[in-house]
């Protein structure tokens, strides 16, 4: 039982997916993760990106490294969007009526606060936060976000996001190729320094908000 449960969740891997699907899988999982609420159940995103960052450099993801990140810039764009439709068209009735820990009707009203005072950088340094960055779309819709500003916000997001961890793990992985086996201890500590300012000011302004 054990033996079945550990191979179920290895699945789920980002070296298992990118050996096993390839590029078309990686970029299927970034999109679904916000578009689909994806984040909310298997978080990773940061580290998939890391690691097809360093499969590209190692050559076993056989692509240039521009390509891969202009094609994982349109998944995430793409997948925000779905999100923020999803928000829209669902509106209060998901936070109002759905009793889950994520969807909470004080929910709304911290993100209209959230996004008027803190604007792009809640997309932006959003998008480092594991479930955050999952749900920042879908509230984004559900509070009457303009779909212009939401538009420039979520590309520069999807810009920043993917051309720092791509980029940051073709290097790595191209100077040494053998990082793999230690490729999630780097993105943790990555992800933990890139979080931190969000997270202050998440913390620091709970209260008012």
């Known amino acids: 039982m054990i ?16 050996e096993w699907g390839g590029l078309f899988l990686v970029l299927a999982v970034i999109y679904i993760e916000t578009g689909f609420l994806l984040g909310l159940v298997l978080p990773g995103g940061d580290y998939m990106l890391f690691a097809a960052g360093i499969f590209c450099g190692t050559h076993y993801l ?20 779905t999100g923020f439709y999803q928000g829209k068209w669902l ?18 009203d911290k993100g209209t606060v959230f996004y008027k005072k803190f ?4 997309f932006i340094l959003g998008r480092f936060m594991p ?22 916000f979520n590309l520069l997001g999807a810009v920043v ?5 791509v980029p940051l793990g073709y290097y790595i992985g191209d100077a040494y190729p053998d990082v793999l086996q230690y490729s999630v201890y780097i993105m943790i500590v990555f992800v933990g ?17």
């Open 3 to 18: 033996l079945l449960a550990t191979d179920f969740w290895s699945f789920f891997d980002a070296h298992h997916i990118i």
């Open 62 to 81: 056989d692509i240039p490294l521009i390509w891969l990140v202009l094609l994982l810039i349109v998944a995430a764009f793409l997948g925000d969007l």
């Open 91 to 108: 509106g209060e009735k998901i936070f109002t009526k759905n009793k889950s820990r994520f969807f909470k009707p004080e929910y709304l």
């Open 119 to 122: 604007g792009v950088m809640a």
């Open 131 to 152: 479930i955050i960055r999952t749900m920042v779309p879908m509230i984004a819709g559900a509070t009457a976000v303009p779909f212009k500003k939401f538009l420039l």
């Open 161 to 165: 996001w993917i051309g720092t961890l």
């Open 193 to 209: 320094i890139a979080s931190f300012p969000m997270l202050k000011i998440m913390f620091s302004k709970n209260k008012k908000l």
